[in-house]
């Protein structure tokens, strides 16, 4: 028996943490079993590069995945993968039409990250906002979902999301994504080229994340400009995207640019987090905040607001870290004071945030993932 055929579908390879966690998830897998393809509507995000070169790239040349049904469909009927793990919602629903007008259907395995029911308050447009995410991604949701073969989900909170609108279905799973990997260390000690000395001089607050309105990135810097009230501090934004206008003008009405930095994309934006001193996340919406196990593992204090969902299945408040109600600056640059303030405290989560930072390993996920697809081929 030759090897297990497995494709990943992608819209692309940016930089988002569904796209990372797959990359990670893709390359950990047992080559020696899985004949692993990535299949993407366009070949284009930094994190190709982060790929491995056993790993064969199927490239579809459609700039959105609604216009590549047909060429997914030929790609099934002659690739003829054994199992198919699609990525994002709208990937997903392709991914089970293009299965319905197959003889010989893949065995199809969705992953949802995000929640439906609050998605679209925080979309980029209008018109995504209105139509397409409040209305008819929830119903071709409770459509097609049931068709898939099984429904991975990113954390409990996404799952119960998804049920409140499929159902109850035995083929709803929660796996949480894959952070944690042997050359986690490798990151860590990567040295930073041309660190700013003024930087280094003063506590540094770090956040990691794309520059979107669900990152509320507003709330964390008006929180920071009530720090620097109390005492001297850096804050460092890890990231890009299209809400990066808005931050810079908000930067400069609060008159906080000399203590404020953005970096930017990084490649590897964990070399940063490790020299920082406290790690928040003001985000309104999550489905699971890799980047919040990663500063953990780092052995950095965290905060992070109560949303919905997955950052209170990784902190237990008080314990390994903190958390704070949404949109509440307040609450955050009281927590920032306190964790900059108390040693010991900032000791204690350092050392707690690492032990939890271990159960999200990648070794973890992918031997869930393996078994699953086991499973399904020998039924």
Known sequence: M?????????????????????????????????DVSFLLCKRKGPLLQNLSKDI???????????????????????????????????????????GLFCKRKPKIIITERSTFSRVSTYSATKFRNKLISRFLLPYLAKVFYKKAD????????????????????????????????????EF???????????????????????????KDYPTLLKAFSLVLK??????????????????????????????????????????????????????????????????MACGIPVISTDCQSGPNEIIENGKNGLLVLVSDEKKIAESIIELLKNP???????EEGKKRAQYFSIDKSVKEFENIFKNMLEK
């Open 2 to 34: 030759g090897k297990v055929k497995v494709t990943f579908f992608l819209q692309n390879l940016e930089t988002g943490g569904a796209e990372r966690s797959t990359v990670r998830l893709a390359n950990a897998l047992n080559m020696n079993i899985f």
């Open 56 to 98: 064969k790239i199927v490239d579809l040349k459609k700039n959105h995945v609604s216009l590549s049904l047909f060429k997914v469909i030929r790609y099934f009927k002659s690739e003829k993968p054994d199992i198919v793990v699609s990525v994002l919602d709208h990937v997903n629903i392709i991914s089970i039409l293009a």
């Open 150 to 185: 099984l429904i991975v989900c990113v954390s409990k909170g996404v799952a119960d999301d998804i049920v409140q609108i499929i159902g109850n279905l035995s083929t709803i799973k929660v796996i949480y994504n894959p952070v944690i990997g042997n050359n986690f260390s």
């Open 188 to 214: 860590a000690e990567e040295k930073i080229e041309n660190f700013n000395v003024k930087i280094k001089s003063l506590p540094i607050i770090i956040a990691v994340g794309r520059l979107t309105k669900a």
């Open 230 to 295: 109390e005492t001297p501090a850096n804050l460092l934004i890890v990231g890009e995207g299209e809400e990066r206008q808005r931050i810079e003008k908000l930067i400069e009405e609060l008159d906080i640019m000399e203590n404020v930095v953005l970096l930017g994309f990084q490649k590897n934006p964990i070399k940063y987090m490790v020299k920082s001193d406290v790690f928040v996340l003001s985000s309104m919406l999550e489905g699971f905040p890799n980047v919040l196990v990663e500063a």
């Open 344 to 350: 010991e405290l900032r000791s204690k989560f350092s």
